[in-house]
């Protein structure tokens, strides 16, 4: 075993200040800022920097000296080296405080929104095993953690995991994750040793070769599930596959595949094909089910969805004369949600499928004044869809990362609701969307969400109204 060699860009006995974005602390040395990955606010390192540019650096822990008093052990045996649950090693009640900061310092300094009553984050009763979705990549290159850099020969070198941060190419094998209950740790671990033993090929993301591309897993509250196997063809090897599968772990309510010959691993404008059971699984919440099929957008994080969704309606005081539109209306879930108490809801999304699904959703729970489109938000929202469909009293939005387009937001100010309520899982560009609002709306509360415990991640939402 070759000796380790003593790093040469190393900042000795460095106090951690603070968390800035992504999950990462603060440091200053020299008056100069650093970015630091893998510590906690309070602890006392040495860094090996990695980046160092004029104004700042980027860096991680080398060494942990003196532990901060908001340190806890890590449950996961792949902390550090996976990219998920960065912040397992920091307490829970720390998490919280950081996430209403973040939601805080975007809004003051991005947004510069002074005004509106904060809320206590809402924390998850769940904060492990909360996920009822995730998604793993197989390769034939996995990630070698560092005991495996001590192994002369080393042999098994498929993995099926997350991807490395960084590295699109490489792949964590995962052992056990904690996002997502089971049966989805059984049923991935099955699925490697069934492909495995039967010499099925594993993926290789710089080459585009292999058979093995994804392997998708729903799980819902009332205890379906859906396994989406994602190849680059549909042969006798994937029949097997699929069989065995269904037979071996009993429960498997819908059981697909999908073929995929693109260079990238997005799939949601392809055709999934139902092998055994339902095109789709469905959840319950608060008395409403939703069929969500492979490519539907659902809230990750059921149990503090519904959370998430009592608060929405409650900001929007909706009654039962009100018209409302739901941007980004996904499945149509907070649209279903409000409909109950509104007169009428429209609903605009982007992808139809998740617009088939909202209509279907709608007809299943007996909701009868719901309307949905699909399309681009900032083509459909004009003053002649307003015509049509009629003004709003309230405007729910919900859009994704980028925040809201320019011109979706002069729709709105041009339609000019009594209400609007923002629901933003990124509060730099919600409060980047709502500055451009402030001439005609005034922020009155402000309810952060924990939807991903142990991450850096936080949902937000922000009623205004209409200062005339």
């Known amino acids: 075993m070759k000796k380790r060699r003593r790093p040469n860009r190393l900042k000795e006995n460095v106090l951690l200040l603070d968390m800035a974005a992504e999950g990462r602390c603060v440091a200053r040395i020299d008056e100069k800022v650093y970015f630091v990955s893998g510590g906690v606010p309070g602890d006392r390192v040495d860094l090996l920097v990695e980046k160092d540019k004029k104004s700042f650096a980027e860096a991680r822990v080398y060494r942990l000296l003196e532990p901060s008093a908001d340190r806890i052990p890590a449950f996961c045996s792949h902390f550090g080296t996976c990219g998920g649950c960065k912040w397992q090693n920091l307490s829970y009640e720390r998490q919280l405080e950081l996430k209403t900061k973040q939601v805080k310092d975007a809004f003051e300094r991005i947004g510069k929104i002074t005004e509106g009553i904060w809320h206590p984050i809402l924390p998850s009763e769940e904060t492990q095993f909360y996920r009822n979705k995730l998604e793993y990549t197989f390769s034939d290159q996995r990630w070698l953690e560092e ?6 020969m080393r042999e098994g070198m498929n993995g099926l995991g997350f991807h490395i941060p960084g590295r699109f190419d490489k792949i964590l094998d995962v052992k056990k994750c904690y996002l997502q209950a089971e049966p989805s740790n059984s049923i991935r671990l099955w699925v490697k040793d069934y492909c495995e033993k039967n010499g099925l090929s594993f993926f290789n993301l710089r080459g585009q070769t292999g058979l093995l591309r994804n392997l998708m897993i729903r799980t819902t ?11 680059t063809e549909f042969n006798k090897e994937v029949t097997d596959l699929l069989e065995n599968l269904s037979e071996s772990i009993p429960g498997i309510d819908s059981l697909q595949y999908l073929v995929n010959t693109k260079r990238n691993d997005a799939y949601s404008e392809l055709q999934a094909v139902v092998f055994k059971g339902n095109a789709w699984v469905e959840e319950e919440m608060d008395g409403l089910k939703f069929r969500v099929g492979p490519t539907s957008f659902y809230q990750t994080n059921g149990r503090q969805a519904s959370r998430l969704y009592q608060k929405v309606a409650e900001f929007t005081g909706v009654q039962s004369s009100d018209l409302v539109y739901d941007l980004y209306t996904g499945t149509g879930t907070i649209a279903q949600y409000i409909a109950r108490k509104a007169g009428f809801v429209v609903g605009i999304e982007y992808v139809e499928a998740a617009v088939k699904d909202a ?3 709608a007809a299943n729970n007996g909701i009868a004044n719901t309307r949905f489109f699909s399309g681009d938000m900032a083509k459909i929202l004009t003053t002649d869809f307003e015509k049509d469909n009629g003004h709003p009293r309230i405007i729910v939005t919900d859009p994704p990362r980028a925040g809201m387009h320019p011109s979706v937001v002069a729709s709105i100010l041009e339609i000019r609701p009594e209400i609007i309520v923002y629901v933003s899982c990124n509060p730099a ?17 402000i309810q952060p969400v924990d939807m991903f415990p142990h991450t850096h991640h936080v949902e937000n939402i922000v009623l205004l109204k209409n200062k005339k």
């Open 147 to 152: 005991k495996d850099n001590d192994i002369e």
């Open 429 to 445: 560009t919600q409060a980047r969307d709502i500055a451009l609002m402030m001439d005609y709306y005034s922020v009155c509360e």
């Open 359 to 361: 209509v279907s959703n």
């Open 221 to 231: 509250g009332i205890g379906q599930v859906m396994v989406l196997l994602i190849v």
